[in-house]
């Protein structure tokens, strides 16, 4: 079997691409994909919702070369993926004034994805082994055939939430034409704790908004307590940022603890800062200061509380592959044209979404650049940068 285009996975960035070529008509196109259904991410992505973009997307969103990620986020970004979604029939609504989540359920997107990609071949249930240079062309086996394709897009994703099909197979491929590669490392997931901050185990299912710094990265969002460590969007995004080390909570999201413990006169500080009570009382222990009244709080008690606006300590790693949502690592950005996504060194070749070495915050962004760069490639092979 010749085809034009082999898109390597049928996930997001490997079903946009196949609907792109299908719009613009005139190849024949194939996806292979190693489960018996299309979209497994999607399916279970934003708690069954798939939180498909953000109102505002940049490449500071983004851990990854940021010519790459801003060429190819400005050819297809949140506004003409929402444009292109609408007109589709469906009205992706705004949660948190942030997230884009499709009305229903993830399979809304599956849906318009899949019917968008009319013109093409469906191989599903194979699995992917390995692709070969072949005159004009490429030689792609699965463990069910050989297909021979002038283009091959490779789009099978990271190595994360292996439960749903995901494998190392991109990477394998780009390896085994001698492009650079970075290894997959596990991203927006929960964090483990050393020792030190075992006291925060006693708190398992708080939450409340916080400040992350990693780095020059400030994380905005809610943190959850946890019975294996931290988590909750602020502490998934912050571990997209750090690989070892410190990171520093603000518990009071930006409000000085000093003007709080002025303001609070007689109060105790359990009731003059607006956190959960049960976190106050534990994280004073930590700190060796009684619930007292502020307005007794010693100097020295002072410098010590100041810890609410930066509680600064190392975690131990990360809750592993099995639960981040995504891998960060991948093929190397330096590799491809920041154009189109396709390989510098071996014509014909692409690759596309989580493969490569770009990886997005928690809140709509993996996806966005997924779509994105799924799109590039298929308008590159299509001919048509111009098209939109
Ligand atoms: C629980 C969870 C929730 C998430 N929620 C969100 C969210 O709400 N918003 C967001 O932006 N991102 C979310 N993400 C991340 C997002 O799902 C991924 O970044 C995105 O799916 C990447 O798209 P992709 O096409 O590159 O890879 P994938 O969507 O993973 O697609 C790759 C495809 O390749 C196939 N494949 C892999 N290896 C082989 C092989 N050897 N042979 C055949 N087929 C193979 C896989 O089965 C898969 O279908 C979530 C991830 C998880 C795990």
Redesign the pocket.
Known sequence: MEFDVAI?????????AAARLSERGGLSVCV????AK?????R????G?????NVSVSENNYLGDEILVRSILKRFDEHALLKWVRARGCEPVVRKKR?Y?CPRS?QEMIDILVNSAIETRFFLG????YVRKEQGGFLVT?DKRTLSARNVIV????V??AS???????MKVAESFGIETVPFRPA?AGMTLQKEQFWMKALTGISFPVTISVGEKRLREDMLFAHRGISGPAVLSASLYWEKGTLSIDFLDGRSVESLLKGGGNKKIATALPLPKRFVTEFLAVLGVDDKPCSSVTPEEKTALQAFNAYTFAPAGTFGFTK???SKGGVACGALQPFSCESRAVKGLYF?????DV??E?????????FA??RCAADHIGGGLKLR
């Not at 749903?164 to 991109?170: F, I, L, N, Y």
């Open positions: 390597l996975g049928g996930g997001a960035a490997g079903l946009m292979i994909e190693g489960n299309p979209g497994a991410k999607i279970i992505s934003g708690g919702k798939c939180n498909l973009t997230y989540f993830a194979d699995r992917i082994e699965t789009a099978t994703g990271g994360s939430y749903v099909g995901a494998t190392d197979v991109g927006l981040a949502e995504v596309v979404g989580e493969v490569v990886t997005g928690l809140g709509g962004y993996n996806f966005q650049w997924a760069s799924g």
